[in-house]
């Protein structure tokens, strides 16, 4: 089961293959992050309230397999099927159980297995921690802690700007999040900011491909979450946050 703050795997690589994996240009430097589209007034409030305090107590995510049966239960009551087959089916999902066709749900076998989803949930790990962060009136500031496995070790956010800078020399600016509803996932969205940055430097053996999110969910709750490939000095790490937090 993946974790949202597994351990980094550390590899050196040949330039060229990282850069290939990393999907970049091996000219030069470069940068293959499209200029976003221009925020909404108001967004710099917005922004510096949704980011973590200094030392800011989080909680840690991690992703778990689950089966989604929403549109299955939907499905088998609009045509009445049989609803002790589909209570069946549903708590085999519940518990992690591969569902199996009943034809006593009223739906072909074609349906059943289009309707059964499996995907991946965020759920918390009960695992509490103070977030390496620093801020001020300018800038945020992530360092390095337990738990963090050196994901967010360097990155800053301009709150004037919104600006994203990495350690491996790169930049991206954000994007608006819009609201939306994913129940399965465990997750109401009501706004947000994400970041996608990416650029490669042959020169000095950096480059970087991730993306940033920071969500607002309904509940209050705030989600933050950075997921990358990067490489500095030649050396390539993979890694993956996802933390939980109230401001």
């Known amino acids: ?36 589209p221009a925020l909404p007034a108001g967004w710099q409030p917005r922004l510096a309230a949704l980011l973590p305090a200094t030392s800011q107590t989080v909680t840690l995510l991690e992703r778990r397999p689950s089966i989604s049966t929403v549109e299955l239960q939907l499905r088998v009551a609009s045509v009445g099927g ?16 591969q569902p199996t066709y009943d034809e006593r749900l009223g739906i072909s076998r074609e349906d059943f297995k289009r309707y059964v989803v499996f995907q991946e949930i965020l759920a918390s790990t009960g695992k509490t921690f103070r977030l390496a962060v620093t801020r001020d009136a300018n800038q945020i500031t992530f360092g390095d802690g337990p ?10 956010i301009d709150l004037k ?8 020399g790169f930049s991206a600016r954000p994007t608006s999040v819009t609201p939306s509803t994913a129940p399965d996932q465990g997750l109401d969205v009501r706004s947000g900011f994400q970041w996608r940055i990416a650029g490669s430097n042959a020169t ?7 993306t940033l999110s920071l969500l607002q969910l309904t509940s209050g709750r705030v989600v933050l979450s950075y997921t990358r490939t990067s490489m500095i ?12 937090y109230t401001r």
């Open 204 to 210: 000095s053996g950096n480059g970087v491909r991730g």
């Open 233 to 244: 000095r030649r050396s390539v790490d993979t890694g993956e946050l996802i933390v939980e």
């Open 1 to 36: 089961m993946p974790h949202y703050a597994r351990d980094c795997m550390k590899v050196a690589w040949p330039l060229p293959a990282v850069v290939m994996t990393l999907g970049l240009s091996m000219s030069g430097l470069s940068s293959s992050a499209p200029t976003p």
């Open 147 to 156: 738990l963090m496995n050196g994901v967010l070790k360097g990155v800053s």
């Open 161 to 168: 700007t919104g600006e994203m800078r990495g350690p491996e």
């Open 82 to 97: 049989n609803p002790q087959a589909l209570q069946q089916v549903i708590v085999n999902a519940a518990r992690g159980l």
